[in-house]
């Protein structure tokens, strides 16, 4: 059997979950059991589980109970339920072969839901099951207390409260989730890799595009400079799109519609669709986020100019990379996120550039400063009130854009170490492209 | 400007919303307004607003009104306001400027949330803005009557609750998206039309590929066939779907983590990521369901066998395809989903395949006889007791397996006509790959 390759995770040891702090929760709460409901692209589900999940609904039931550190039960459509044995079930035990102790205390097992029945239904009757088996919350009717994310459908809600579920809505996962392991940190640093070789396709092109023949039909409009072409055809946003994201499919993750090319001063509108032509001098703003085959996603972004004056692009270009630098340089733990923004905010300020210039958007802006996990965005968020904490993963950065001269964006996604922070997986600076082939 | 290729959507005319029925589901149910809340993921929201959401949640409230067939506001984060102005309000106007009048008379207008606000609690401000505005509900502090999908989140209902709003679930939307219009089953068609590039990448490499030579280092373990090797390296299942996603990546669609590659019998399990040699004479199962830029699927499944026996897997070729052709010959409007789905399965025992036996699982199985749209799994589903109607996209085909000879799948898009159904962006069979570069 052939095993993946280095930038993605098929055959490294499966994920575990920590369901510690649900159960803790749950204890902490006093109450009986926590409920999560929600199809593949629930986050919560796929970070409690390491289910990939299916399009229909599954359910979450994780209850404390007396003989063990607590019971954990999946509910998920009989087609997926071998898939969500091996991931959910499997994946927690100890040993090679799945087949050891569930290493955090809590027993996992598995149930099915029928296409005829809600989740939230399912779930409601699982909750009953575990609290009957556990001499807990379980009076005739008695009410009974059920944490759940705040945003669990509003269907499985109203299933739990009329089973008699008073419910209570928790952010344990997303606390939990805001601190990684170290085999998190490692799909993240794989996921980030593979973001970089979907950068490095798009810096070859950019960096072996010519600049069309002034006298040619795709002539330049009147006071514009001429577009780029590249292997035989005009070089447009779309088409370096379409590269970067061949470039991230053949390294073994997904695009997830997160791939944003955009050429000139557009920043502000950089996820309108369109297919522009990319011109010589013109600033390309190249942004990548692609989700690893376990779930997380990475987060990287470069700016290119081609044949470019050595003007504004290069001053902004120095700018950015400063302040990127004096943001890194803030981050450890206890520091606190807006300390870290400020750095970067009063070094683009240094270099002249208005971090609050409405023009521009925010200097530390979009995209930056945020947790990243199995959400492109999660906590913790730089631009509150907290402080960093070991572990977190956040991305790093900074941007500054003039509707007249372009827009610079620069972000990396960096762990907070005890001592600091770590990039993952460094990709090079620069505002002239280079073939990285 | 250049614009975007064939196969995909950018440079088309942008696909328009219509919220009549949802107006018209408020009359009917003498309701005040209609509220639905999501982020990205939400695909009720993508398709009534066409916004292809942030990470973020929005909010769309929809209100009959006196003096218009309606008003429509959708409230999304600040970032991203300029793109919502273009997809939301822009794309729903008459006019190849979108400045014209709203083709389907209700007024559309955007708001922010602010990253402090909850998506809920600002669409319940909305509800009061716009009822008092139209003299409907409005009385101090009476209760008002919201319709809300099933499934909207939790905590936006209990803003809405809080504020006033007694809630009913409507199925309105999904009812709206199982038909579609002539543009939807255009971008449809392009998505599949992607898909067939996938495939194609596929077969090519399959055929292309040679048997190792059983003398080498990667021999075949004992008693098995010998593994493929491609381009230099051994072809497994993994790097197939690699190529596969590249494939689709170049043809601007995203793999939507719904690329599969099996090998031998696994399709039971073909969702579980691994990294398998594929080996000569087994059966491969390639299938795709990639997204289009407007948020449609694509749904395409074949099977090959390199260096086959002729044996199991051309019998089961045979009544697959005969299965499928016996599914798309019953497709017209008013037919039972089950008629479709019986006449399968007749199919498939005729030729002496037991569509209900155990190992293979389901003849006519997961996967096929759904609907798709903006969501991969939607209205309508053959296996209920619905009728078909026209306009409807489903996926057709089937599938028979066996745990010691393999599988043979083949599903394709269809949509169903006055007189029958017209398969979408058709794709070649055969058993035997061939190469389709």
Redesign the interface.
Known sequence: ????RDDES??RPPLRTDLTPIVDAVATADADAFVAVGDR?DDDLRYLTRF?G???AAALVIAATDDAAGRAVLCVAP??R??AE?EFVSGARDGNDGDGEFHDGVARELRTVQ?SEHAGERAAAVVVDLLDDTDRGGGEGGDRSVL?P????????VYLERAGNA?A?TDAVATARSRKTDAEIDRLRRVQRAAAAGMARAETALAGSAVSDPTAL?APDEGRRPALRWEGG?L?T??LR???????????V????NSVVTAGSAL??R???????IRAGETVVVSVSP?G?DGYYGDLTRTFVVDGDGGWERRAYVAVESAREAAIAEIEPDVPGKTVRGEASAELAAYGFDPNADAG?PAF??GTGRGVGV???ESPAL?GAGTLRSGAVVTVGAEVSDPGAGAVRLTDLVVVTDEGCEVLATYPFGVVPESRG
């Open positions: 059997m052939s095993r993946g098929h055959g692209f990939a299916s399009d229909r087609s997926v071998a898939r091996r296409a759940v705040a945003s669990v459908p509003h269907d499985a809600a419910l809505s795709d005009p447009t779309e088409r379409r590269e970067v994201n061949a470039a991230l499919g053949a390294h073994g997904t695009d997830a519609e502000a509108d996820r309108l669709p369109g297919d522009e032509a989700r085959p958007g802006g979009r959400s492109r965005r631009s």
